[in-house]
């Protein structure tokens, strides 16, 4: 779900203790930010980027974040990214443009057809149930928490960034937001 939808919603207190919940969570990395494990995507930057999973099984976030490191047990920490874990990895180019006041968002959009859902869902290659099921999960459940191409516009024209990219995949949007 778009947060600023779910606010509008009436969802402000679970939003609200979401954020406050994965803000306690990075927090904690400035006393033991070598804690999690250098996240796979790294290996091709110049420097290592750690990964936190944040929330429970089914709400389970990717938080990407390097370190800067004041003693060998404390630093400062720097958050590229938070991602949904069933989301597919970032690249290490995605995650390289994170570095330098950029941010990304991958996200489905609301209006994709049910023909691209179709198309996306057969390319996975799932068991005739499974591929029913999860077509059936975007159709009455996911299309309607996502958000489209102008609401995300006008997300950017009302934030910090400067420039924005908007690039429409089969069912998603990825917006490259540059300061």
């Known amino acids: 779900m778009c947060i600023r939808t779910g606010i509008q919603e009436g969802s402000f207190d679970q939003a609200e203790s979401w954020f406050n919940g994965i803000i306690a969570a990075i927090r904690t990395r400035e006393d033991l930010p070598n804690r999690c494990p250098i996240a796979d995507e790294s290996e091709d930057l110049e420097q290592e980027v750690h990964l936190l999973l944040y929330g429970n099984r089914y709400h389970k976030y990717r938080v990407y974040y390097s370190i800067q490191q004041r ?9 590229f990214h938070v991602r949904h874990w069933a989301r597919k990895s970032l690249s290490s180019t995605q995650l390289r443009k994170l570095k330098g006041g950029r941010g990304i968002i991958i996200d489905l959009r609301r209006d994709a057809s049910q023909k691209s859902i179709n198309e996306l869902v057969d390319l ?25 191409r102008s609401e995300f516009e006008k997300f950017v024209s009302q ?14 949007l990825e917006i490259t937001l540059q300061k």
Do not use: D, Y
């Open 159 to 172: 934030s910090e960034f400067h420039h924005a990219e908007i690039e429409e995949t089969l069912t998603g």
């Open 124 to 148: 996975i290659g799932l068991s005739w149930g499974s591929s029913v099921f999860t077509k059936l999960t975007f159709r009455f459940m996911l299309l309607k928490r996502a958000c489209t």
């Open 71 to 79: 003693t060998p047990s404390t630093g400062n920490v720097r958050v």
